[in-house]
């Protein structure tokens, strides 16, 4: 069990959480039971969520995304946490106080929950992940239970890669609902955006991908795929200019 720093002494009146329990300097950023990385896919399909997640509503050092990272809920028991695939959170810095990488996120410093949550599901974590799991005594809760009841993340959506399932919930009146959506699209309204599933190339692999969409329903690209396309556009531009004798080169 990793030793935490001792408690801070209260005073009166009784000082935060935030300035009494531990840090993210303190708490593990691994789980040292569950030793090792995560599968290419599940490195590279996170990726892609963070890379697309363009909101209009919040400057890009107002969000903090990403996959597989402590994220640390309950004052009570400091150690307990969960590890999302993927999570993001808006209405915070993009670095931890304005300053340094996250080692993990620890809501009691933060002070802001997730918004979105992501699980990709896989068979020893697919009935956990869809609250099928009952919590054992003494033990933490759920990540259902955490996500709905602790954390209360508006949006939880599970995909499975190998079936292709798209599923989503919506936090109404403190408890998930299931969402209904069409063409493999679920709205996020609060964000302008839309999750879906896209088929396409990603790093070399083709396949059937989860990613943003915007307003309009058109692809959000990432910074990658831009470049890519600018590149493209001007090696058309270069041909097309041969083709008419024209030194691309010479023109500026």
Known sequence: MPQLKRPVEQTDPPRSARETLPTMYDLPSED??????????????????????????????????????????????????????????????????????????????????????????????????????????????????????TLRVPYYILFDRYTNNLR???????????????????????????????QGVYEGIERLWLRWFDSEGQLILSAEERAEQAEERANRLAERLKELGIDPNEVS
């Open 168 to 198: 989503a919930f919506h936090l109404v009146g403190g408890h998930y609902q299931p969402l209904d959506f069409t063409k493999q699209r679920i709205q996020i309204s609060e964000w302008s955006l839309s999750l879906g599933v896209w």
């Open 32 to 149: 040292p039971e569950e030793p090792g990385l995560p599968d290419e896919y599940h490195y590279l399909q996170p990726h892609l969520l963070s890379a697309t997640l363009q909101l209009t509503t919040y400057a890009a050092d107002e969000v903090f995304s990403v996959g597989d990272m402590n994220l640390y809920y309950d004052v009570d028991h400091p150690l307990w946490h969960k590890r999302p695939d993927w999570f993001a959170v808006v209405g915070v810095p993009r670095l931890y106080e304005g300053r340094e990488m996250r080692l993990s996120y620890v809501v009691w410093q933060e002070r802001v929950n997730p918004f979105v949550v992501v699980e990709l599901l896989s068979p020893g974590t697919e009935k956990e992940d869809l609250g099928q799991t009952e919590r054992a005594p003494g033990a933490p809760p759920t990540k259902w239970q955490v996500y709905e009841q």
